[in-house]
């Protein structure tokens, strides 16, 4: 089998974020400031990203704005070719920082929101005035005539507000919606007692979305990533490992996933010392879970193996203990039990409070 | 019938070899028609435009190639790639 060219470079250009929202994806050891990629080397990094075949930059974190140099990594990205998508809180988000991306070459903003309800919002966020800000900078994105998706991860505490989650995103001028339930890895799998649905409520939700997705066909774009805990099948994490997304992490780890680096016994190579071209097509981590011939059973042989690629190896190292089995999320593994288990205990806990995400956790 | 000037959508471009279409976290290939019909929205020709340039480029009646366009576009546009 040929190997593939990724489609996508995420480039997590800090782990610096002024919000504290306990699902965040990040590792619970943060790389700190000191330790971040200069903008030369992001530099570098975009051009590699392009000539490996990559079309798709995500910026992202941690929050990018942080980085005085930002417009000057989303300048390299741009002349490098790539599609420039920021993944942004807004925290920071001015009209002259946006001109200034703009400027630069940025094709799409992709804002955060914690809710429709400002007061509960911002309490997730852990950022009072969070959503008056953002509310704020969606208003500039759009007036300078840039795309603008909203990102909703929705959980316990904002699922039943997804109705008025949509109107938002009509209201503020978005082009496409991202409904995202909480992946459980990172700051999530440690706030998962405090974040899990039940199933009926993730039902609805998705009704809620199907209904939408036909009233707002050629308007608004709905994308719903739905909770692995709650699917038959896993997903394809990454779309397959090492196969369509290399991340590049703050400290300039490049890793298959962004969760990658909690999986015991890989190490990962340094883009400081690599070129991305080498660590794609030779580093041992990206071919560790590449393809199918480390698959056990039930993937082995399924015809759904090249669909999901045995789905994600960061559930299945936290459900099963062990990274290198079928992701329990699918009905055929053995290990199916753990997550109906796991989604028992959340949903019948009282509702736990957050421990809310910052470095030094 | 109708005759919109369809325009790519806000954050919707092609990619350097023109081959396909880049949105957010979206890629969409095209075929050779599919790429010249998008080719021709440049925010200022009606499909009746595109219809007619298309049909001296490939050779081929008006009504057959405005069927083709009115298809593509109207698949694009409730796809969020096209805004009519």
């Known amino acids: 089998m040929s190997l593939p060219s990724p489609i996508g470079l995420l480039a997590e250009l800090t782990h610096r974020c002024p919000l504290g929202c306990p699902y965040c994806s990040n590792p619970i050891d943060l790389v700190r400031a000191s330790g971040e990629l200069d903008a030369r080397a992001w530099t570098r990094v975009m051009q590699e990203a392009a000539d490996l075949g990559a079309m798709h930059v995500h910026l992202s974190g941690g929050e990018p704005l942080t980085r005085n140099d930002l417009a000057e990594i989303v300048n390299a990205a741009n002349v490098a070719g790539l599609y420039t998508n920021l993944i942004t809180s807004a925290i920071g988000l001015t009209p002259q920082r946006l001109t200034e991306l703009k400027a630069a070459g940025l094709d799409h903003v992709q804002i955060s929101i914690q809710g429709a309800d400002p007061a509960r919002a911002d309490a997730v966020a852990h950022f009072k005035g969070a959503m008056k ?33 949509i109107d938002l995103a009509q209201e503020w001028g978005a082009g496409r919606l991202e409904v995202a339930h909480v992946q459980y890895h990172g700051w999530a799998l440690a706030n998962r007692a405090g974040l899990m649905p039940s199933r009926d409520e993730f039902q609805t939700a998705a009704q809620v979305v199907e209904e939408a997705r036909e009233r707002l066909s050629g308007d608004l774009v709905i994308d719903h990533v739905i909770p692995d805990y709650y699917g038959e099948r896993p997903k394809a994490c990454m ?123 | 019938m109708t005759d919109p000037t369809p325009k790519l959508a806000p954050g919707v471009r092609l990619h350097g070899d023109g081959s396909k279409l880049l949105a957010p976290e979206r890629i969409l290939e095209l075929d050779e028609i599919a790429q010249s019909i998008v080719r021709q929205m440049d925010g200022t020709k009606r499909v009746s435009d595109i219809a007619a340039a298309l049909s001296k480029e490939y050779n081929e009646r008006e009504s057959v190639i405005r069927k083709d366009i009115d298809a593509l576009i109207a698949d694009l546009a409730a796809k969020g790639y096209v805004k009519l």
Not at chain 1, 133 to 150: N, P, Q
Not at chain 1, 309 to 321: D, E, I, K, S, V
């Open chain 1, 239 to 361: 779309g397959g490992w090492g196969r369509q997304v290399i991340v590049v992490a703050p400290d300039g780890r490049a890793l298959p996933c962004h969760a990658a680096a909690s999986l015991p016994g890989l190490t990962f190579a340094n883009v400081k010392n690599k070129s991305l071209s080498e660590i794609w097509k030779d580093d041992a981590a990206f071919q560790r879970y590449r393809g199918t011939s480390w698959m056990p059973k039930p993937c082995q042989g399924c015809e759904r193996a090249e669909v999901d690629w045995g789905g994600c190896r960061c559930q299945a190292f936290a459900l099963a203990g062990d990274a290198s089995l079928t992701d329990p999320v699918c009905a055929l593994s053995p290990n199916h039990a753990t997550v109906a288990a796991a989604i028992a205990k959340d949903t019948a806990a009282p509702r736990a409070p957050y421990r809310f995400r910052r470095i030094g956790g």
């Open chain 1, 133 to 165: 800000t953002k509310r704020e900078a969606a208003r500039h994105v759009v007036e300078e005539g840039l795309a603008l998706t909203i990102n909703a991860v929705v959980h316990r505490d904002n699922i039943r507000d997804l109705p008025q989650i």
